[in-house]
């Protein structure tokens, strides 16, 4: 079966959307970047004042929180990204192809330093 080509308005109306859930995956993006970063700066600073000032044990500890925070930022991520790529799947049956998503690149980027950066904090616990 053929596929009519869009009108204007609909063509249009899909390129909105499409930019929508482009718009989202960034915000969902910038938010687990932030859990990432704050709880990777959240474990360094407390490791170093354990190792210099002696501070005794707290009940849950702060290193504790911080690969927490990384993890949720992980875990928010791969979940922002598989709503997006779940929406574009039904944009593209619905209106045919779509350009790719530069924005699922970066969150694969980003998704990458978070390992790393967990890695790299269970690494020294």
Request: hydrophobic fraction near 55%; charge should be positive.
């Amino acid at each position: 079966m053929t596929r009519q080509p869009l009108d204007a308005n609909t063509r249009l109306a899909a390129e909105r959307t499409r930019l929508a859930y482009e718009r989202t995956l960034m915000a969902w993006i910038r938010t687990a970047t932030g859990l990432i970063a704050f709880g990777f700066t959240i474990y360094q600073i407390f490791r170093y004042l354990a190792a210099s000032e002696g501070l005794r044990a707290p009940l849950v500890s702060p290193q504790v929180v911080g690969v927490v925070m990384i993890v949720v930022g992980l875990v928010s991520l791969i979940l922002a990204w598989v709503q997006h790529r779940r929406a574009m799947a039904t944009l593209r049956a619905d209106f045919g192809p779509m350009p790719g998503s530069l924005a699922g690149i970066l969150a694969a980027l980003i998704a990458g330093l978070g390992v790393v950066a967990l890695l790299g904090v269970t690494a020294r616990l």
